[in-house]
């Protein structure tokens, strides 16, 4: 009997600690240098302005998806849904069959719970639970648009400036955005990654203005936007593109610093909302509650 148990729990152990060695070995594989720099030149972008890609998109998704509800059925309205979901950062086509599912489960899930907390009689306070579960997707990914965005917008300064000195330098602009993703990837990752994938559109074959192009259209970034039109204008007269990099630099900078100022001045009024909801109950309660505390004892002693 105890050499059964103990063979028992001898083949237990080996058998949890092979599963536990494949998982920690499957882990460190997927995370492995190699897999990283081979998911970054072979991620999916949005080329161009989406429309293109959407009949290939619509093809690439598993056949038992296409039908989930939620998951558009024709190219342009594909493409829609991609350049917003590329605009947040998730460039994969299984990024549009996660997205159709959370519109799915969330107004579920908070239906359920909801009516499993207020019982059979809160339907309608389910259908309202139902309701905002529907707008949370769309409104987490315009959230992680706009912080992606804000995080292209003041990361560009400093890739200018590494644009400037690697061309002042002698390396050319192709190598310069090369240099700029690799030392802005622990800082401005969205921007790195958007500069490795104008990269990967030039040796792929792409004319440079064009993948710029492609790059505006990607983030909606105003700043962007701003700097494509300068790169079109020096390639077309052959000015020079050191200078126009630094006056494009030193604009983007003192905006960045003019939105911290405009920022640092809404503060106060931000403040107001945590004072009156937060601060101020609890200091009225610790100024006026000794004195509520003693007009009781004295009125109720008469």
Known sequence: MALDLLVTLIA????????????????????SPEQRRLRQWTAIGPLGNGLESGLTLV????????????????????GRLRRRLAMAGYTSPTAVVLFAFANLATPLLLGLITLAIAGASGWSFAALAAAFGYLVPGMLLSRKIALRQREIREGLPDALDLFIVCVEAGSG??????????????????????????????????PRIEAFKNFAERTKVDDVQSLVALLVQTDKFGTSLAQALRTHADTSRTKRRQNAEERAAKLGVKLVFPLVFCLFPSLYIVILGPAVITFVRVFSQQ
Do not use: C, H, W
């Not at 058998?15 to 997927?30: F, M, R, T």
């Not at 310069?176 to 074959?205: C, Q």
């Open 12 to 31: 237990g152990f080996m058998a949890v600690a092979l599963l536990a060695g494949y998982g920690a070995s499957s882990i460190l594989a997927a995370f």
């Open 59 to 78: 093809e690439e998704i598993d056949p038992r998806f296409r039908k989930l509800p939620g998951i558009p059925t024709s190219p342009k309205e594909m």
């Open 173 to 206: 602009l192709d190598q310069a955005i090369v240099k700029a993703s690799d030392e802005l990837d622990i800082t401005y990752p969205a921007l790195a990654y958007e500069l490795r994938l104008i990269t990967t559109e030039i040796r792929a074959g792409k």
